[in-house]
């Protein structure tokens, strides 16, 4: 719970720049709790199967956090642009802490999206 330090007092923020969602493999009632205990105001969607992990590659593997894992997604973060494009895809255990970094991406994206392709 300690990772969602800061995401939690920068999700107006981020929800400001892009649509953020959590997605969680635990059960319906877990994910109350979590957002209870957190106070984070985003909506949860449950990924049971692990499927949504899978095609994120969020899925645990050797030599990363929580590389011996199994039956969990890894924590982290994935930005998706508009077009559907995965522009950033990050395994980070401590992502919550790194809220920051979540937003000066979505400043760049944003800045590129209205400026055009760089072409140096």
């Known amino acids: 719970m300690e990772q969602l330090g800061e995401l939690r007092e920068e999700m107006t923020a981020l929800r400001e720049r892009a649509d953020v969602y959590v997605i969680n493999s635990d059960t319906p009632e877990q994910s109350r709790q979590l957002k209870q205990i ?5 909506p949860v969607l449950l990924d ?3 499927e949504v992990a899978g095609q994120y ?15 969990v997604a890894q924590m982290g973060f994935v930005v998706v642009d508009g077009a559907g494009i995965i522009r950033v895809q990050r395994v980070d255990v401590n992502f919550g802490d790194h809220a920051g970094q979540m937003l000066e991406i979505l400043r760049l994206l944003e800045q590129e999206a209205t400026s055009g392709p760089s072409t140096g």
């Open 57 to 71: 590659d969020m899925l645990p593997k050797p030599g990363q956090p929580m590389g011996m894992m199994q039956g």
């Open 48 to 50: 049971r199967s692990l």
């Open 38 to 42: 957190t106070g984070i105001d985003a």
